[in-house]
């Protein structure tokens, strides 16, 4: 295959799928490490696309490295997420054992939340709505993440071994089909990863701001879980034909 040719298919690859490996491009032109990395460097240099650690990423997809301060990200896409909230909510039965993620919109889904349900959480504001609401509560231990107002570290994962959970709520820094779930700190992505491996049905909870778009650190493959999302705009309409991803109105 021709150079020319071959970095064509793989813009086309990486536009298409917003997001890809070095070794899924080695797969897909059954060409060598060192010339997928020369056709990404030259690419990248050429604008085409965006070079991240491993593989590349399209142009309109973006790379975040950072948490937002949660009250800041109280108020970014209200709307849709009271409508992600409030659907996320009802799927709450009696007697489940629900895992609910720290972030704004599962701080949404409180006020919703109709089952007599027992929950665990990571999130100190959760913890305090919840009980307020006169729900059996748990909270785990460890460190406190300013930004997120997340409890992580060494002492959530360890409760978290002790627990399985019927149902979860998530929220994530980044969707991509590729890439999975994704968010900025390795802490925080330790305890998503641990309490959602221990959970029977997953759900992320999301506005379509989140979509692809790519964070540091990787806690689930897009296929573990189903996300809740609503008002998906034209650039993001091909998700809409994953049967992984419920759209609410």
Request: proline residues 1%; contains cysteine.
């Amino acid at each position: 295959m021709l150079s020319e040719e071959r970095q064509s298919r793989i813009v086309s690859v990486v536009n298409e799928q917003k997001s890809v490996t070095i070794q899924e491009l080695m797969e897909i032109l059954n060409a060598s490490e060192s010339t997928i990395r020369r056709d990404l460097a030259e690419l990248g240099e050429r604008g085409l696309l965006e070079r991240v650690y491993g593989g590349a990423i399209a142009k309109n997809v973006v790379f975040t490295r950072r948490d937002e301060s949660f009250n800041t990200r109280q108020e970014l896409n209200r709307e849709a997420k009271l409508k992600i909230a409030c659907y996320a909510a009802s799927l709450i039965e009696n007697e489940d054992f629900v895992y609910l993620d720290a972030g704004t919109t599962t701080e949404l889904m409180i006020p919703f939340i109709k089952a007599n349900a027992v929950f665990v959480t990571n999130g100190f504001s959760h913890a305090r709505r919840l009980s307020e609401a006169g729900f059996l509560t748990y909270i785990l231990g460890g460190e406190v993440k300013f930004p997120t107002e997340a409890v992580v570290g060494e002492e959530a994962i360890l409760t978290l071994s002790k627990y399985h959970f019927t149902k979860g709520f998530w929220g994530t820094n980044g969707i991509s089909v590729t890439n999975g779930f994704s968010t900025p700190d390795i802490k925080e992505a330790l305890v998503k990863q641990t309490s959602l491996n221990r959970t029977r049905t997953r759900y992320i909870v999301s506005d379509s701001s989140k979509f692809s778009q790519i964070s540091c650190i990787t806690f689930a493959d897009f296929t573990d879980a189903t996300i809740i999302t609503a008002d998906l705009d034209e650039k993001h309409a091909s998700y809409r034909k994953y049967t992984t991803v419920k759209e609410v109105n």
